[in-house]
């Protein structure tokens, strides 16, 4: 399995930037998929940005143009770059590991989403 630490969160003006990271416990060369997710107060949990590992991005269209996804395998690491950040986007942030069905070389339980605590990101007007 994988354990994922979320950080990089905190409280930021309309208009500002943002970089979260995402640590985690083991290799992630071989997880198919990593992402991002957020969650706002009373809302469900949103897809934000994934990336797969081949490099491969898709964003919500909410925040194409504005996040960009990374993930630096030599650091078992998954990042978010978050630019003109407005209100809308203040919510709790997750990290994600999934491992599409059948595939077992990844380490992860095929098909099973792996999740950090999260970290909060505020945007004030």
């Known amino acids: 399995q994988v354990q994922l630490v979320e950080s990089g969160g905190g409280l930021v003006q309309a208009g500002g930037s943002l970089t979260l990271s995402c640590a985690a416990s083991?290799?992630?060369?071989?997880?198919?998929?990593m992402g991002w997710y957020r969650q706002a107060p009373g809302k469900q949990r949103e897809l934000v940005a994934i990336?797969?590992?081949?490099?491969?991005?898709n964003y919500a269209d909410s925040v194409k143009g504005r996040f960009t996804i990374s993930r630096d395998n030599a650091k078992n690491s998954l990042y978010l770059q978050m630019n003109s950040l407005k209100p809308e986007d203040t919510a709790v942030y997750y990290c994600?590991?999934?491992?599409?069905?059948?595939?077992?070389?990844?380490?992860?339980?095929?098909?099973?989403?792996?999740w950090g605590q999260g970290t909060q990101v505020t945007v004030s007007s």
């Open positions: 994600n590991a999934r491992n599409w069905p059948g595939y077992y070389s990844g380490g992860l339980v095929p098909g099973l989403d792996y």
């Open positions: 083991r290799s992630i060369l071989n997880i198919n998929v």
């Open positions: 990336i797969t590992d081949g490099g491969r991005a």
